[in-house]
């Protein structure tokens, strides 16, 4: 449920949320308005337990959640705990093997702790997809991929790049963004935000909530760390 919290709604302390460190913002007048508004906006961030530590990429949308959360926003914290075995193919050059139900589990034993480093877990709204997710049937899963076409998916740069080189490129990969887009559904996102190799799955959520009938989400995507090897480091 969201919790009661008295919202900042300081234009300057707003300003600085929305410029310190975003990539970029969808559709930023809108969520400056609903910022100001004084409402309780529901913030949704959502991380996939492929491994037992949380990746130091992340730290930077972790703190920008905790920016939300100091101005007294609601923050809906997804455990992946079905998507990640199924495996998100963004900014991936190569298909992602799919990982068992235990592996999961054993990788987010610790990551609540990791996370209450940065966040303030007492105001953190946890929820695992496998919940939903699990229960999907084809018939709903069918019309979910409706919304989106063959020719969309493969205009992705790491699709476009593996069908060019004759790489296989799995039907399972293509319905992770669907399976991220329902999540904003089940946990009524005002807000997404992820990294920018996340632009496509955020945008799915729009499609999605919009395909039931609910407000579209407002997206924001953090500037990402490079790694040593000059890549960008994934959130």
């Not at 709604?9 to 004084?38: M, Y």
């Not at 959640?65 to 926003?73: E, I, R, S, V």
């Not at 990982?99 to 929820?127: H, W």
Request: charged fraction near 30%; proline fraction near 2%; glycine fraction near 8%.
């Amino acid at each position: 449920m969201t919790t009661k919290a008295s919202i900042n709604t300081d234009r300057e302390k707003i300003s600085d949320l929305l410029e310190r460190g975003t990539e970029d913002i969808f559709i930023k007048d809108h969520l400056f308005e609903a910022l100001i508004s004084g409402r309780q906006l529901r913030i949704k961030f959502g991380i996939d337990p492929t491994g037992p530590k949380i990746h130091l990429g992340r730290a930077t949308v972790l703190r920008k959640l905790k920016a939300f959360q100091d101005l007294g926003h609601h923050i809906v914290l997804i455990i992946g705990d079905f998507t990640a075995t199924i495996g998100d193919a963004s900014d991936k050059l190569e298909k992602r093997p799919m990982l068992t139900r235990e592996e999961v589990k054993e990788n987010f034993k610790d990551y609540e702790n990791q996370i209450g480093k940065i966040l303030d877990l007492s105001k953190v709204e946890y929820a695992y997809n496998s919940d939903w997710l699990e229960k999907i049937g084809f018939r709903e899963l069918s019309e979910l991929a409706e919304c989106f076409s063959v020719q969309q998916m493969l205009a992705r740069r790491n699709f476009s790049e593996r069908y060019e080189k004759g790489d296989e490129i799995s039907v399972r990969e293509f319905n992770y963004p669907l399976m991220q887009g329902y999540d904003s559904v089940v946990v009524k996102a005002d807000v997404e935000i992820g990294g920018f190799d996340q632009l496509f799955n955020l945008k799915a959520g729009r499609v999605i909530q919009k395909h039931y009938g609910m407000p579209e989400q407002d997206i924001m995507t953090c500037t990402m760390l490079e790694g040593t090897d000059g890549r960008k480091m994934s959130t």
